[in-house]
């Protein structure tokens, strides 16, 4: 018996719980080592103290009654108990009965545990819920979540702002109603499939019918919840609206598919050069001018152009190039000889301009082209190819949200919103710090955005540059508005980053690809026409309009238009030249002929063409072409005759 009482007296002690025992009238009879770290009283202390040594005044009454705790059906609560200096401690509290060995209540033994952290606990839980929550809904992301049915439960702002519904609108309707029928099906048949058997889904092609009619290009990425038993529980969706991109990728690719038909019609060479690095990239028709193969010339530099250049020819070039590195013009224009790979010497034309600076203001990427005119040496053409620095993230939104406590002056990042500045997860900065990220020129326009917000409650939402951590400079949107209490006081900043470094980059390359093709066609007073040979149609420039001294508008697009200015005695040889081209019966179009200028005097002009598109029987589709004013060479030649 004696060891019994040792073993339980041992596990009372070490009891990581408070545990005390008292008589039928609250008297505190024993005192374990927890309870002494928990409030403070040592067993000496306490031992012999009533049981409202430990009870918070509001409730010492009621504790106090342990024949009426014994009695309740619950007998554990949760409350708070005095500490010896005073604080008050929350924890939950456990009764039951001292039984003597006569089976007699004489007492009655309190378990008590230190529910601080948990509290605590709870309530942190509960901020970061209502944060999430508001997050959910301001993120400038386009996010929804549905049942397992597809019923759409809940739907961020931006999902509504695009769309043009109001909540009221969507929630508790199908997610297939506002999807296309094609999409729908998508939807029901690949998406789902999917969710089933990975639980997620990413980056699915999908298009969403808006409010007033329009449809949007989005990525529809998911993933699935489950219960505890593995039911389907609800789908969380993201959805990226690209229908700004895909219009911009798809004029990117037509600006570069007929930049290069032009590029092909009128077998122009091209190269890039890395004034800094002596790189040289050039194409299979700048390679073929001087009769080699492109793989032959690989790697190229520049002294693949130096060491072919004839002797009598290099000084000259010399000259020009250097004016126009040393920023003396604005152009590299040049006619050079070329030794051809069989030995003899071609004539060209070259034309360039650097249009990139190295970070401390050197000349960097120049870019140019080559023409053969040995036949005409008044033909300049300079067409550019365009280089692309599309970049997509790897990310399924990319969106961060964030958060600014004015009362506890504290700022939240979530880890998106770290990623996007370049920092580890669980930075806190101040609102200098945040600030600070943004590249100099955009500060003075976000503080204000945030001040007028405060001042207004207007939200903002903006594209600006910020420089990460590393250094590295993308372009972010941010978003953001202020809250304010029911008695209209400031208490906090909220809002959200994505990453729109892509779509900018899309929207610049696109302006590049626009300078570098009016370069080509302007610079070199290039008349560009372009032939619908299916509609009778075709498309003259400005420069092809001006050369006869007309404006566009004064010249219709009949695909016959241009033969009614040529003089009567080229006429039948131009047409008959187009006629043998479309037809086949020659790999491209080339004449020269008298066109009647405005002014009433006749010009030559060099005209060269190419079809190059027909349809799956051969017939021709498309013509595109240049006029080249040649006038100049042609009374020169007959000068020298």
């Not at 005390?20 to 103290?49: C, P, V």
């Not at 300079?382 to 969106?399: C, D, N, P, Q």
């Not at 370069?519 to 619908?532: P, R």
């Amino acid at each position: 018996m004696l060891a019994v009482q040792a073993e339980a007296r041992s596990i009372l002690d070490n009891s990581p719980d408070a545990i005390l025992t008292m008589d039928d009238e609250g008297t505190i009879r024993h005192w374990n080592r927890s309870a002494e770290r928990l409030f403070g009283y040592s067993a000496k202390d306490a031992e012999g103290q009533p049981l409202s040594l430990i009870l918070s005044p509001p409730r010492a009454e009621e504790e106090s009654d342990l024949s009426g705790r014994l009695g309740a059906g619950e007998r554990s609560l949760r409350t708070e108990r005095l500490h010896r200096d005073g604080s008050l401690i929350p924890v939950s509290v456990s009764i039951g009965p001292v039984i003597s060995d006569r089976g007699e209540t004489t007492g009655a033994t309190e378990i008590i545990r230190d529910i601080g952290d948990l509290i605590a606990t709870h309530k942190e839980l509960a901020a970061a819920k209502r944060r999430i929550e508001t997050l959910y809904r301001s993120t400038p992301a386009m996010l929804h979540s549905t049942d397992p049915r597809g019923t759409l439960l809940s739907v961020s702002d931006r999902w509504l702002e695009i769309t043009g519904y109001s909540r009221d609108e969507v929630i508790g309707r199908r997610l297939v109603e506002f999807l296309t029928p094609d999409s729908a099906r998508i939807s029901k048949t690949e998406l789902l499939t999917a969710l089933l058997s990975e639980g997620h889904c990413e980056n699915v092609q999908c298009q969403m019918v808006t409010r007033s009619g329009p449809t949007l290009d989005v990525l529809l990425s998911a993933i699935l919840e489950r219960d505890a038993q593995g039911n389907p529980l609800r789908i969380i969706s993201t959805i990226d609206d690209v229908t700004q991109r895909r219009r911009a990728e798809n004029a990117l690719k037509e600006e570069r598919r007929r930049l290069q038909q032009i590029i092909d019609a009128t077998r122009s060479g091209t190269w890039e050069w890395n004034i800094q690095t002596g790189e040289l990239r050039i194409n299979r028709q700048w390679a073929a001018i001087i009769g080699e193969d492109l793989r032959e010339l690989d790697p190229a530099r520049i002294d693949t152009l130096l060491e072919r250049l004839h002797p009598d020819d290099l000084s000259e070039h010399e000259a020009l190039l250097s004016a126009h590195v040393r920023g003396e013009t604005d152009s590299y224009d040049y006619e050079a000889r070329l030794r051809h790979k069989s030995g003899g010497w071609v004539w060209v034309a070259g034309r360039g301009r650097i249009l990139t600076w190295t970070g401390n203001g050197k000349p960097e990427w120049m870019f140019g082209t080559l023409q053969d005119i040995t036949r005409q040496k008044d033909a300049q053409n300079e067409l550019r190819k365009s280089r692309t620095f599309l970049e997509r993230t790897g990310h399924i939104a990319g969106v961060g949200g964030w958060e600014v406590d004015v009362v506890d002056q504290k700022i939240f990042w979530s880890e998106e919103t770290c990623r996007i500045h370049g920092v580890e997860p669980g930075h806190s900065p101040t609102m200098e710090e945040a600030i600070a990220f943004y590249a100099p020129e955009a500060r003075t326009t976000i503080e204000a955005a945030v001040e007028r917000s405060i001042a207004t409650g207007e939200p903002w939402d903006m594209e600006l540059p910020l420089i990460r951590a590393d250094g590295q400079q993308i372009w972010a949107r941010a978003a953001g508005a202020a809250q304010f209490d029911s008695t209209g006081k400031l208490v906090r900043l909220i809002g959200a980053f994505q990453d729109v470094t892509e779509r900018i980059q899309q929207r610049l390359e696109l302006e590049r690809l626009n300078e570098r093709m009016a370069i080509a066609t302007e610079n070199g007073k290039i008349g560009i026409w372009d032939a619908n040979l299916k509609e009778g149609k075709t498309h003259y420039s400005d420069i092809w309009c001006a050369i006869i001294g007309y404006r566009r508008d004064e010249i219709s697009d009949s695909a016959g238009e241009w033969l009614r200015f040529i003089h009567p005695d080229d006429l039948e040889r131009a047409k008959a030249a187009d006629v043998k081209h479309i037809a086949g019966d020659a790999p491209f179009f080339e004449e020269e002929f008298r066109m009647r200028h405005k002014d009433g005097r006749w010009i030559w002009i060099l005209d060269r063409g190419r079809v190059v598109e027909r349809d799956e029987h051969g017939v021709p589709l498309r013509m595109i072409g240049t006029h080249t004013d040649i006038t100049a060479r042609k009374t020169q030649r007959k000068n020298v005759t």
